[in-house]
C-alpha cells in the first residue's frame, strides 16, 4: 500500500501563517482529507477534496495539492489551532479500495 | 443531534473477543459509508474497516483481516465491529465515523478503548 509523510512537528507564531504538508504518491490521484485532533479528543474534519471547508471550520484553514504534495495552510493561527493535524487519502495502489492515514504532524502555536 | 456513539470497548486477554456497536443519530444513517478507525495510544490515526451504506462493499486493513468483521443494521442505525484472535497491538481507542466518498471521515464518535492484555 501507498504510504503518506507528514512532518512530525512544525510551530508558528501566534497570527502567522503556518503550512502543514503530505506527501505520498496516492496524492497525484486522489485529493488528500486534513483533521485536526486536540488532547483527549476525536479527530475532526477541517479540509477535504479540492478544498471544501465542513461547516463551522474557520476560513483561515484552506488546503492545496501540486503532484504529490498536498498541504494545509492556516492563515493567522490561533492559540486554538494548537493540535495534531493528519492527512489521509484512497490508496492509488493495488485495487483502490483502501484508505491511508499520513503519520500526523503536531502544531505548536508560539 | 448528529451524533454517533460507540459502545463496547474493553480489556480482554490475547486471543479473545470483543463486539464494537456504533449508534447513529440525526441523519440518515442508511446514506452513508461507515467506517471505523482506530488510534494505539500516543500513537497516530490508522483506517481500520469501512463498509458501504447498503453493507454490499467492505474493506479491511491487512492488519485486521480475517479477524475482524464489520457490519451494520440500517434498521436500527447501527454499526458493529466483530473483533476476534485479538491481539496486544490491538489496543486502541476504536473510532466510529461517518464517512464520503470512502476516504473522507466527516463525523467521529468519541471513541472506545479496546485493551488487549494479559
Known amino acids: 500500500s501507498s504510504e503518506l509523510t507528514q512532518d512530525p512537528a512544525v510551530s508558528v507564531a501566534l497570527g502567522q501563517t503556518v503550512r502543514i504538508t503530505c506527501q505520498g504518491d496516492s496524492l497525484r490521484s486522489y485529493y488528500a482529507s486534513w483533521y485536526q485532533q486536540k488532547p483527549g479528543q476525536a479527530p475532526v474534519l477541517v479540509i477535504y477534496?479540492?478544498?471544501n471547508r465542513p461547516s463551522g471550520i474557520p476560513d483561515r484553514f484552506s488546503g492545496s495539492s501540486s503532484g504529490n504534495t498536498a498541504s494545509l495552510t492556516i492563515t493567522g493561527a490561533q492559540a486554538e489551532d494548537e493540535a495534531d493535524y493528519y492527512c489521509n487519502s484512497r490508496d492509488s495502489s493495488g485495487n483502490h479500495l483502501n484508505v491511508v492515514f499520513g503519520g500526523g504532524t503536531k502544531l505548536t502555536v508560539l | 443531534q448528529v451524533q454517533l456513539v460507540e459502545s463496547g470497548g474493553g480489556l480482554v486477554k490475547p486471543g479473545g473477543s470483543l463486539r464494537l456497536s456504533c449508534a447513529a443519530s440525526g441523519f440518515t444513517f442508511s446514506d452513508y459509508y461507515m467506517s471505523w478507525i482506530r488510534q494505539a495510544p500516543g500513537k497516530g490515526l490508522e483506517w481500520v474497516s469501512y463498509?458501504?451504506?447498503?453493507?454490499?462493499?467492505?474493506y479491511y486493513a491487512d492488519s485486521v483481516k480475517g479477524r475482524f468483521t464489520i457490519s451494520r443494521d440500517n434498521a436500527k442505525n447501527s454499526l458493529y465491529l466483530q473483533m476476534n484472535s485479538l491481539r496486544a497491538e490491538d489496543t486502541a481507542v476504536y473510532y466510529c465515523?461517518?464517512?464520503?466518498?470512502?476516504?473522507?471521515?466527516?463525523?467521529w464518535g468519541q471513541g472506545t478503548l479496546v485493551t488487549v492484555s494479559s
Open positions: 465515523a461517518r464517512v464520503g466518498g470512502i476516504a473522507v471521515a466527516g463525523l
Open positions: 463498509i458501504s451504506s447498503s453493507g454490499s462493499t467492505i
Open positions: 477534496g479540492k478544498n
